[in-house]
């Protein structure tokens, strides 16, 4: 029976084999075709011309050396800004954790356009940063449109990632260790470097590949920020597939990304690894050491500093967070036409009464409310049974399948838009708005899987045996039963579900036509191109509604449990 139960994950292999490895395969298959013609029959024999042009361009050099060393950068400084965050969160009563999460799940699940549009607000010519430095008698700074402001924007976006990576590993550390410390005459920073950063390794390790491998695909926040004056992989694939139709090109760059990602991963591992040999019974092969004189100095100068620089940088962390959010909703009631105007020059609702009336807006509106519902009814359709299948079943290699379905979260997504952009090129019969729902449900399924995977484990089956013992049938057992201790669980994955797939840019963009566009996809081509106020608008309309989920997902569970989960 047990291993029957293994059948019910097959509904989600199938999917992500049609919805994930199939667009895979053509990005692979495109990448080394020997024309670059559109029209060009595809050929079997692979040819490395296309990567020869990457390797061989300058420019092409350029763009993804700077690429990786952004993501490099976004990953390091997510790291510096999430610890002190993280361990706040750690140490914050019960009654105030859900506030505290709340802090990082707002940002985390509000678009990425909304976000990138309060940090131009917030560094714009005359905004807060540059009013602030030139009230020091410093000359007016010139911080948007650059690689400090595109690496802001994706520290920004890409924070709560390492927080959430970094709090789990916290969270279950044994808190006698620092105690123990303590008693033993250790100061914060002395406990932090011994005892709390070599316990936490593992959850760092996970939190900086997860930011390098999305902050070095993403381009929204480049294209935004970067005024189009900062260029990305992202980008260049973008273009070479939309514009000029260079799909061959594209792909190949999409699979150096991958590439890169892997050998990424693999070294960050190993690193890892070398500074925890007490997890694989290694004997450590390098220690460094400083003279006594030299180190007694370097942690005296650390006790005195660090609880300072800590409180700094959980500051710095919260307003990077939650203030840019702010700077939309205020601009969003800002008399002004534009929306990077940062003076306030007067209060007026009409910005709002724009987007209710524009007919465009409520259309894409409409396509997004749609995708979404659509979206979460088939990931909860497929990603329930296998939850029940990965936790209750008895073959072989459960947790390999469980590691492989969370897969489509650790490869570049704009691979996987390219490729169903062109399988939907080859097979026209198939509608744009099939294509758009099955990337969706390849994004969001696995955040799916994770939470319903964790609430199948938490069901009481003493339950199910009464009720078995009592005559019930399966069907019964489940509605009766089953289906009550999982409708908390089974809401809070869909409300997550609904609002990633309702704020999803970065892959729809490659699939939205001229009749089928998404609401976020609208917002950030008029952000790029007019930056009319109604962006704010709508971008406070996202944050409201994201505010509103995270309200209905803490009546139902604490946000800090949904996590946990």
């Not at 990953?75 to 969160?89: H, I, K, N, T």
């Not at 007919?359 to 049974?385: F, G, K, M, T």
């Not at 997504?413 to 399988?423: C, E, F, H, P, V």
Request: net charge positive; proline share 6%; charged share 10%.
């Amino acid at each position: 029976m047990h291993r029957l139960t293994g059948l019910l994950a097959l509904p989600y292999g199938l999917w992500l084999l049609a919805a994930f490895a199939a667009p895979m395969g053509a990005v692979a298959l495109l990448s080394v075709q020997e024309s670059s013609e559109i029209f060009a029959p595809l050929s079997l024999v692979p040819s490395g011309v296309q990567y020869a042009e990457l390797i061989g361009d300058a420019f092409y050099r350029r763009v993804f050396f700077n690429t990786l060393a952004l993501g490099a950068g976004v990953a390091l400084a997510s790291a510096v800004l999430g610890y002190p965050l993280a361990l706040w969160l750690t140490r914050l009563s019960p009654r105030w954790k859900p506030i505290g999460f709340a802090i990082v799940l707002v940002p985390l699940l509000t678009n990425v356009v909304v976000r990138s549009l309060g940090i131009i607000l917030l560094l714009a010519p005359r905004g807060i940063v540059s009013s602030f430095v030139v009230s020091l008698g410093l000359p007016r700074p010139d911080l948007l449109f650059g690689w400090f402001a595109v690496g802001l924007a994706l520290t920004q976006v890409f924070l709560p990632f390492m927080v959430l990576a970094l709090y789990d590993v916290l969270e279950s550390q044994e808190k006698r260790l620092e105690e123990a410390a303590a008693g033993l005459g250790a100061g914060p920073a002395t406990r932090f470097w011994r005892v709390t950063l070599p316990l936490s390794l593992p959850g760092l390790r996970g939190g900086l590949v997860i930011i390098f491998l999305l902050a070095s695909e993403s381009y929204v926040s480049a294209a935004l920020v970067g005024g189009r004056k900062v260029w990305v992989n992202g980008m260049i694939v973008l273009k070479e597939g939309l514009e000029i139709l260079n799909y061959p090109l594209a792909s190949a760059l999409a699979m150096l990304m991958l590439g890169a990602g892997v050998v990424v991963t693999f070294l960050l591992g190993r690193l890892i690894g070398l500074a925890t040999p007490w997890l694989t019974a290694r004997v450590p092969r390098l220690r460094l050491s400083l003279p006594p004189a030299a180190s007694r100095t370097l942690v005296a100068v650390a006790e005195i500093t660090a609880p300072i620089v800590s409180r700094v940088l959980l500051v710095l962390a919260i307003l990077l967070l939650i203030f840019p959010l702010l700077l939309v909703a205020v601009a969003s009631v800002n008399d002004s036409p534009q929306a990077t105007v940062a003076q306030f020059l007067g209060f007026t609702w009409k910005h709002y009464t724009a987007v209710l009336q524009n007919e465009r807006y409520l259309s894409d509106a409409w396509n997004s409310l749609q995708l979404a519902l659509a979206c979460v009814a088939v990931s909860l359709a497929i990603a329930l049974p296998a939850a029940f299948a990965l936790v209750r079943g008895g073959f072989a290699g459960k947790e390999a399948l469980g590691a492989l379905y969370m897969l489509p979260l650790a490869l570049p997504g704009i691979a996987i838009g390219l490729g169903m952009l062109r399988l939907l090129q080859w097979f026209t019969a198939l509608p744009p708005f099939l294509g758009i729902l099955a990337v969706h449900v390849v994004l969001v399924a696995p955040f799916m899987l994770a939470l319903l995977r964790a609430s199948v484990a938490q069901l009481d089956r003493s339950l199910e045996e009464a009720a078995n013992g009592l005559g019930a049938r399966p069907p019964g057992v489940f509605r009766r039963v089953i289906l009550p201790q999982l409708g908390p669980g089974i809401a809070v994955a869909c409300v997550i579900g609904f609002l990633m797939s309702f704020g999803e840019v970065t892959v729809t963009a490659f699939l939205t036509t001229a009749r089928l566009q998404t609401l976020p996809v609208r917002i950030y081509a008029e952000a790029t191109f007019s930056l009319e106020n109604t962006v704010n608008a709508i971008s406070t309309i996202f944050i409201l509604m994201t505010v509103t989920a995270l309200l209905v997902i803490n009546w139902l569970m604490p946000l800090d449990r949904v996590w946990r989960r």
